[in-house]
């Protein structure tokens, strides 16, 4: 069993067990048919990920961890709010007339600031920093930016990452105000465990922890099933995560910069309504 694997099951056995439900509520998202998406939650989950020991990948059932990393390029290397710069359609359902997603994700990281160094994307200011200042404790991306939340098709889930340089190792918090744990959980696990590497890869830095912060962490009502039925799955170890060690440049990567050594999962064929 991965600890991805065991950190997942026991997140989802807890809510299971211990969560609230928001039946009683009015809630925003719905389903496909119209009808209100309730979920069962837990409030201030932290999950801890150890990327030196392995790769956070799970294998209850398949993660598309080169989809999650094209997607986590799209945002923090293209900087992107088109979808046609997109490889995946996992956007497809927030799309706007425009083709984009409005002033979301991407588009917040590639908008520049005025610096006493000159004028940075918060990107960019990032990778400056691992370089220049890697004690500051300042190193960080913020994209909840409440002056456009207005012109966002969603308000952004995963909404801050603080870097953290502890002698020779690259540290992470990803802090999510909402996170699906059937349909993006070990997704956006994967894609920021992957962020981590890049970062540490091209500042010279070794990956130490990437710790997950999530402020509401769900199951869909229709989820709950589709739930039991995975973590009843058998398990396998964590396979091995090959980064391309030839590159320096962040802008550089490419999704095909990686490799998953012995990736072994189970098959889970099921339909997933996603609740908008």
């Known amino acids: 069993m991965s600890r991805a694997d065991e950190i997942y099951r026991a997140t989802c056995l807890d809510i299971l067990e211990n969560g609230f439900w928001d039946t009683d509520l009015q809630v925003r998202p719905k389903w496909a048919d119209g009808t209100p998406a309730h979920t069962v939650k837990k409030f201030g989950v932290v999950n801890r990920y150890d990327l030196r020991e392995e790769f956070p990948i799970m294998t209850l059932r398949r993660t598309y961890w080169k989809s999650a990393i094209d997607e986590i390029l799209w945002i923090w290397q293209k900087k992107s709010n088109r979808l046609d710069e997109l490889g995946s359609h996992v956007w497809d359902e927030w799309a706007q007339p425009d083709g984009t997603i409005g002033k979301a994700y991407g588009y917040q ?4 600031h005025i610096y006493p160094e000159g004028e940075f994307d918060q990107v960019d200011r990032v990778l400056y920093d691992l370089k220049h200042n890697p004690a500051s404790r300042r190193i960080l991306t913020s994209i909840f930016n409440h002056a456009d939340l207005h012109e966002m098709a969603l308000a952004p889930c995963a909404y801050s990452m603080t870097f953290n340089v502890t002698g020779n190792t690259l540290n992470a918090i990803l802090n999510q105000r909402s996170q699906d744990m059937l349909t993006a959980n070990n997704w956006n696990v994967c ?12 500042s010279g830095l ?3 922890e990437l710790v997950h912060v999530i402020a509401d962490c769900h199951i869909y009502d229709r989820h709950v099933d589709l739930v039991k039925k995975m973590l009843d799955n058998p398990t396998f170890e964590a396979p091995k995560f090959e980064v391309d060690p030839t590159v320096t440049d962040f802008y550089a990567f490419t999704k095909d910069s990686f490799k998953m050594v012995d990736y072994q999962c189970n098959r889970f064929d099921f339909e997933i309504p996603i609740a908008i």
Do not use: R, S
């Open 109 to 112: 990281l590639g908008v520049k």
């Open 191 to 202: 894609q920021y465990a992957a962020l981590v590497h890049m970062f540490a890869q091209v």
């Open 206 to 208: 070794q990956v130490g």
